[in-house]
């Protein structure tokens, strides 16, 4: 059984020789169940080379897509959250808001930056539903704010994309005032004459599709994504009626008036660079 053991002691293999096999080589479609190599995936902007799929991404990788060279100027990078209502549910809402960070090394459910797309430079503002399910709170809602108050002094259009289950229930009516404020502050972007695009992934929902979310000059979205203000269970109960096949998916939505059009996530930046130009 020689060939079991090593007979020669000392063998080294120096760490640039060893055959590389590191963790996510490979990226399983959970859509078609295909695989392909996670560079192949990251390259074609992380939809599935064989059905198109749209992974979900948070602000990194959109960050990535979007900025020239991925260089941009993080906005309020380390705004974050408070405990107006003293709120514990399962856990104290502090001690979730830190276990969240320590997990996903986000400060909050949205990254806001600066930075040139095309050479065009633009202020944009992207959710992280990996952040307590991308909810909308103060620090959200004042990041957006504070976005576009951006926008309007460097005159830059402002992009917005959302991924949000909605208001966050911890801060409860300090969300929902998030709404009011940032509309507020759309207004005066629009006074300002800059345009404001707003890109709904997969999901956006609750009090984030009732404001920002579908204040754009051009509401677009995403393939496949799941839009809408109640989650169809709720719906159906208050309607007594069954729903029509694809239901607040994006295409349903679209041929519904509700949206301007739908963007493959790798024309994303291009289709944005023309729409910015035209209305500049
Ligand atoms: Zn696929």
């Known amino acids: 059984m020689s060939w079991f053991v090593r007979k020669d002691k000392g063998i080294q293999t120096p760490t640039e020789m060893k055959r590389e096999a590191p963790d996510g080589l490979w990226y399983q479609c959970p859509n078609c169940k295909k695989a392909m190599h996670t560079r192949e995936h990251k390259l074609n902007a992380y939809t599935c080379v064989h059905c198109n799929y749209h992974e979900k991404i948070g602000s990194e990788a959109y960050f990535s897509i979007l900025f020239d060279n991925n260089t941009f100027t993080e906005l309020d990078a380390n705004m974050m959250s408070a405990d107006p209502l003293n709120f514990t549910d399962t856990k104290s809402y502090p001690g979730r808001v830190k276990a969240t960070m320590m ?127 109640a989650g169809p269970r709720v719906i159906r109960e208050t309607i007594g009626k069954d729903l029509p096949k694809g239901f607040q998916e994006a295409e349903f939505v679209l041929e519904h008036g509700f949206l301007d059009f739908i963007v493959d996530r790798k024309d994303l930046k291009d289709k944005l660079s023309s729409l910015f130009g035209m209305l500049e």
């Open 103 to 229: 997990k996903t090394g986000l400060k909050d459910a949205v990254r806001t930056a600066y930075g040139p797309m095309n050479d065009q430079i633009v202020t944009v503002a992207c959710m992280d539903f990996s952040f307590i399910g991308g909810s909308m709170g103060s620090v959200v809602g004042e990041k957006i704010a504070r976005a576009i108050d951006h926008a309007i002094a460097s005159r830059t259009p402002f992009l917005m994309i959302s991924r949000s289950g909605g208001a966050r229930m911890m801060e409860a009516g300090y969300s929902l005032m998030q709404m009011a404020k940032t509309s507020a502050k759309l207004a005066l972007l629009s006074q300002a004459r800059l345009p404001y695009v707003s890109l709904l992934t997969d999901p956006t929902t609750g009090g984030v599709t009732a404001s920002y979310a579908m204040l754009g000059d051009f509401n677009i979205a995403e393939p496949g994504a799941l839009i809408g203000f």
